[in-house]
């Protein structure tokens, strides 16, 4: 018999039979605090999953979405169909973002994303008369969501593993070495490229900020070869890096943006591509030209109202900046960490994110390492999220000095009974 705490729930990225029975169930949030059904309140470390940018229960957001629903809450945007929220959101994104004579796709989330601009990027090819330009490139370490064409330019081996095959003409390339992304054009034939998709700062992939030099050299890489530069912003948007896209602290341009949670602050699902001009053209003057793409949620009215509030509040409380202005405090805050004996690295300094790897011998002496430092940290009222080798955080734009530090502690805390139980 199932025992009374038993779930039917299946938890994404999950180890069930550790799971089942064991869930900590959230029942409020406010702010940068979320509380379990006990009572007890912890730090929300992580703004949910990389999302809450504004903070927890915004009332303007719950305002805006219940006005949406009372005038049309439902709708689809195939065709010639369309609603005021989802034409007014993109003509503000397409404002914001450093993107030459822009049109927006709009999915459901980041996944959705990355599959549409991977797509878009293919079917462009084909369309200007280019078929034979279909290799995608992409990062080790990089993480790209779980959906068909995202998990087969992932740079997560395990996230690959076990699935069949995958979607061909994807190669992988080492995350810092722009020599490497060199070489791999001319071995690929740089004319047989469609495309080099990257994240500014790798988020789920152990928080990896690009070395000096690199996204600029990469995007230049691309210009000289006409390879469409596609920028994962899944993350690093809204505020997260200290710009709308993260993009602009390089000077630089995409083809594509993929863009997702801080856009609603994770509210409600939507995500969406920023697509420049060239690569949208051919689909605006071509008669019978169709992308035969699309979700059924896209453009949704009150996900994009949701949207266009969230994004009043990142600009009226001046939350786009702070993940800039707190990148500092943060960093400041983890270093010492970096001195602990269980600690091989503490990677910070860009934006307000950063993780805390765990050397290779914690983690070979117990293979589930950094599930335990996250739990030891939860034991301290901190929720961080576990990745392969590190412990990451990104909190809320909301967040306080005095609670990056108690942030700080918490990890220490966590890995002092780390070592202690090693």
Known sequence: MPSPAATRLWHPFADMSAVDGHELELVRAEGAWVWDAAGRRYLDGTAGLWYANVGHGREELARRAAEQMGRLDAYGAFGDLTNPPARELSERLTELAPVDDARVFLTTGGGEAIDTAVKL??????????????????????????????TSIGGLAPNRAAFGPLAGDAALV??????????????????????????????????????????????????????????DSVICGFGRLGSWFGVERWGLRPDMITFAKGVTSGTLPLGGVIVSGQVAEPFWTTPGLVFRHGATYAAHPTCCAVALANLDLLEQDGLVERGA????????????????????????????????????????????????????????????????????????????????????????????RLAVAA
């Open 174 to 231: 080492a995350h810092d070495d722009l020599d490497a992304l060199a070489r791999r054009f001319e071995e690929l034939g740089p004319e047989q490229v469609a495309a080099f998709v990257c994240e500014p700062v790798i988020g789920a992939g152990g928080v990896r900020l690009p070395p000096p030099g690199y996204l600029e050299g990469a995007a230049a890489l691309c210009r000289r070869h006409g390879i469409l530069f596609v920028a």
């Open 325 to 416: 202005v707190l990148e500092r405090p943060l960093a400041d805050a983890l270093a010492p960490l970096a001195d602990h004996p269980a600690v091989s690295e503490v990677r910070s300094g860009i934006g307000l994110l950063a993780a805390v790897e765990l050397t290779e011998e914690v983690r070979a002496a117990d293979p589930g390492a950094v599930g335990t430092f996250a739990a030891r940290a939860r034991d301290a009222g901190l929720l961080a999220r576990a990745l392969p080798t590190a412990l990451a955080v990104s909190p809320p734009l909301i967040v306080e000095p005095e609670q990056v530090r108690l942030l700080a502690d918490a990890l220490a805390d966590a890995l002092d």
């Open 121 to 150: 990027a293919r079917r462009y090819w084909h369309a200007v008369g280019r078929p034979e330009r279909s290799w995608v490139v992409s990062r080790q370490h990089g993480y790209h969501g779980t959906n068909g064409y995202g």
